[in-house]
């Protein structure tokens, strides 16, 4: 799969979600996502990878809505990566707000908070 595809991919999912079709904009998103994430790894690029997770971040937010448990993994993840690239300040702050936005969503005493 081409990285092109992805981009196709998210163009389309806007255009669903501009029609209201949350669902649809959704699954292309993560089609998408997967397609950059392979794309990524094929090149061993953590940096590369990074970046995606960060734009699937953003795309997660305009459809999803800012606080959810999927946006709340993917900042998680994203924290991971950073710290996994030895950047600690910013795993530090992706780690935060994933905390924060579970415990908002979840709750303080949901297992993923604790």
Known sequence: EHPQIAC???ALAMLYQKQNKYEQAEQLRK??????QRVARQ???????ALLKQRAQQLEELTLGKDTPDSARTLNELGVLYYLQNNLETAEMF???????RERVLGPDHTDCA
């Open 31 to 36: 089609r998408s996502l997967k397609i950059r």
């Open 43 to 49: 090149k061993g690029s953590k940096y590369g990878f």
């Open 8 to 10: 196709e991919l998210d």
């Open 95 to 101: 780690l935060k707000r994933s905390l924060e936005m």
